[in-house]
């Protein structure tokens, strides 16, 4: 009888265990296993660490490599820099604030593919609007025939499509916060910067911990947006790992090699992660 | 202690899960050749063998087209010999319509994922090679040597589709690069050199017009259709006859050298490298671009291209050679039928394709196409008989090249393509190490 109601947790526990593993721990399992195969003419030969030693000698995953650091730096700073402005301004309860919500939401609830061949189109020499706009500010330009500028592209327009997510996930943060330490810290003196820095700022750290890894995690793996707007051009100015990966997998069949760089994407956000969550816990270790 | 318990349950289903990884490449690790026969549909009553005959049973099958669309003829004609096969053997064609750039990638994925494979597909030729890559085509020579329309397969298509024995595919149409050009903007004709398109371009320009207008893009279909005719006309090859890329030749160079100028005095519009195929026609059909390179489909994408050549104000004209070149040349393919290495059906997939490959099947099928049918009989329908036909035969005759082959020529045809991108529009790089590093990396890739 105790046997049995020692038991009736695990148990209950069981199915979501089954479930979790059947649709992540098994996939990333087998995906470790492809890491160390590759196929040729139809057979799957085992070649050990082969994969990971052809990507670290390849000179387009470094490049990969490069441009995914790049490109997640600029998108979580952006992200969360401007997601955290519009939140404080919408936190105000400004008038029509449904009407500047339903706006900034439009870009994350449209198709990654149309608005990033969109972003493409305005950027076409002759025919492209914000080319037409832009190139002469800068001296004739050529925003997507140039690594740099293609980059920026990129960079423009996924920071533009996710900007309202980073947005929602820190106005919840910002919500959580009492009115009455608002209040109190008025009534002491502090408003605006001060306000801001002392009370809004501690208080909002954990969920703006929580938004970058969401975003970091979202940037290290974004593949659609890039491959509509440059389809990882000029070049490889655009390439990033998981664009590398898709094409690997996607357009080569090349499972082993895309599946060992996937692996190393994995490391790279499990590196990621652990290094905000760390920070989370000494940041609501030192508030509490 | 409890804890130790839920260690343990962890552990074995661990273990479990590992187990299923081990088990599962199964299904991967079948050889692309399918010896053993296809698995026949059950008979309903096994005592009385004429009943099998009477249940002529399915044929499962993956095309391109979306057969509801009443305004593509190509989805009309496939419905139509469909229909006709249907009605003729009693198979219940099962049909399943997958875009043309996804169509290798399904597959292939779900050859080596273990997943729902049809009997048959299209394919263009360019994925074939992977395919079987990744053992998802069987191999259909000794059905197809055994038809009837054997022996009337052109020439090219045997050289395309057939190899020691091996043939994986049935090609029905050949196709090719085309040079379309407005007479108006070139009423000495079409440049063939390399000289004469600079010289057009000075004209050119003081016009505000482009010479011409072409797919350069991003992706392995630039390189056949655009690079690969150019290092031809040097007389040189892309790939050696193991397979192995040869991308790191002065020809090459000379090739890139040639598309860097037109870009960088402005001969050619810059789409043709940063743009999709759409944007690069925009050129022509507004008449900024003087000349097109495009297929003998571009009847069906390039808007007002038909009623011009018909009109008499585009012509078809001959590819440029660069410099030190004997000639031009157009890359040719083929549009194939391909028989699955998990096919249920065999037999019905190549009683299928004998069917379409009959003539009176066939024609109006490589009409709707704007295509040269791959049977030499189908091509004495009178639908052929037209200027377009006479000036496509007559280009893809003098000007035609077979795509060139290799077991890894999609991957290392789309790296050459990124590698081309860059140096073209950055003329910092220089071309020649550009190559050389791209050679490295595909020997160390693909031919270690």
Redesign the interface.
């Known amino acids: 009888m105790i046997n049995r109601s ?1 038991a009736y947790p ?1 148990l209950l526990v069981a199915p979501a ?2 479930f979790l ?1 059947v649709v992540t ?2 996939p990333t ?2 995906s ?2 492809l890491a160390m ?1 590759r ?6 030969e085992f070649v050990g660490l082969r994969n990971f030693r ?1 990507a670290l ?4 995953f470094w490049q990969s490599m490069r441009n995914t650091l790049i490109f997640t730096s600029f998108y979580v700073l952006l992200t969360t820099v401007i997601g955290y402005g519009i939140a404080l301004l919408l936190n105000r309860k400004l008038r029509l604030t449904g009407f500047f919500m339903t706006i900034i939401f439009l870009p994350w609830v449209l198709s990654e593919i149309t608005t990033g ?1 969109v972003w ?2 305005m950027f ?4 492209g609007i914000l080319q037409n706009l832009l190139g002469p500010l800068f001296g004739g330009y ?1 925003f ?4 740099e500028g293609a980059m920026g592209i990129v960079i423009a327009a996924t920071v533009w499509r996710s900007i309202s997510f980073a947005m929602l996930l820190l106005l919840a943060g910002l919500q959580t916060v009492p009115k009455e330490v608002h209040e109190a810290a008025a009534m002491d003196g502090a408003d605006g910067w001060k306000a801001f820095w002392k009370i809004t700022w501690p208080l909002t750290l954990p969920t703006t911990i929580v938004t970058i890894v969401f975003m970091t995690i979202q940037a290290v793996n974004g593949v659609g947006m890039i491959l509509s707007i440059t ?7 655009t ?1 990033v790992l998981g664009l590398l990966m898709y ?1 690997q997998a ?6 082993g ?1 895309a599946a060992a760089i996937s692996v190393t994407l994995l490391f790279l956000n499990l590196i990621l992660a652990a290094f905000y969550i760390r920070s989370l816990n000494r940041e609501t270790a030192l508030a509490g | 202690m ?1 804890s130790k ?2 260690s343990l ?2 552990a074995v ?2 273990m ?3 187990l ?3 088990c ?2 199964a299904a ?5 050749e399918v010896e053993e026969p296809a698995e026949v549909e059950e008979p309903v009553e096994v005592e009385e063998p004429e009943v099998v005959e009477e249940d002529p049973g399915v044929l499962r099958f993956w095309g391109f087209y979306d057969l509801t669309n009443d305004e593509d003829g190509r989805a009309v004609q496939m419905k139509a010999n469909i229909d006709a096969f249907e009605a003729a053997t009693g198979i219940d064609v099962q049909y399943e319509q997958v875009a043309w750039d996804v169509m290798a ?1 399904n597959v ?2 779900a ?2 994922a273990g997943g729902d494979l049809p009997d048959l597909i299209m394919s263009g030729y360019e994925y074939i090679q ?1 395919m ?5 085509l069987m191999n259909i020579y000794d059905e197809i040597a055994a038809a009837d329309f054997y022996a009337d397969l052109n020439e090219f298509e045997k050289n395309l589709n057939e190899s020691g024995g091996s043939r994986y595919a049935v090609g029905t149409f050949v196709g090719g690069g085309q040079w379309y050009y407005d007479t108006e903007i070139f009423p000495d004709g079409f440049p063939e050199t390399q000289e004469g398109w600079a010289t057009e371009c000075e004209r050119l320009s003081a016009e505000d017009k482009y010479v011409a207008t072409f797919y350069a ?3 392995e279909a630039a390189m056949t259709q655009g690079l690969a005719p150019l290092v031809w006309s040097l007389g040189e090859r892309l790939f050696d006859e193991e397979g192995v890329p040869n991308f790191d030749s002065d020809a090459v160079v000379q090739a890139i050298e040639f598309w860097r100028d037109m870009y960088n005095n402005g001969c050619v ?3 043709a ?4 195929w759409s ?1 690069t026609e ?2 022509f059909e507004d008449l ?1 671009a003087g000349g097109y390179r495009g297929g003998t489909w571009s009847y069906i994408f390039v808007t007002g291209l038909q009623e011009r050549f018909e009109a008499g104000t585009v012509a078809i004209g001959n590819p440029p050679a660069l410099t030190g070149g004997d000639q031009g040349w157009v890359f040719m393919n083929v549009e194939n039928f391909a028989v699955t ?1 998990r096919a249920e059906n065999v037999d019905n997939a190549i009683k299928f394709i004998e069917f379409f490959m009959d003539a009176e099947n066939l024609a109006p099928w490589a009409n709707s196409n704007f295509g040269v049918p791959a049977r030499a009989s189908a091509m004495e329908d009178p639908i052929f008989e037209s200027k377009f036909y006479d000036d496509t035969l007559a280009n893809l005759t003098r000007n035609g090249q077979g795509t060139e082959t290799s ?2 020529y ?2 290392t045809m ?2 050459l393509a ?2 081309v ?3 073209v ?2 003329s910092n790089l220089d071309i020649r190490s550009g190559l050389e ?1 791209l050679q490295q ?1 595909m020997i ?2 693909y031919f ?1």
């Open positions: 020692k695990y265990i089954i593993i721990l098994y399992l087998y470790l296993y195969t196929t040729r003419m139809g057979v799957m052809v000698n390849s000179t387009e061949v493409r189109w076409y020499q002759d025919y050529r997507i025939a140039r690594p389809e990882g051009g000029p070049g490889r100015a390439e094409r996607m357009q080569f069949y090349n499972f090699y | 409890e318990k839920l349950i962890i289903l661990l479990a899960t590992l299923l990884s081990a599962q490449p991967v690790e079948e050889p692309a990638m292939s994925v050859a080596v992977g079987v890559n990744a053992g998802a893009g991003r992706a519009p810059e789409v490298w940063t743009g999709d944007a925009a050129p900024s290495s077991p890894y999609n991957e789309n790296s990124a590698t991108q860059d140096l529009l950055n590093s990396e160390l890739l270690d």
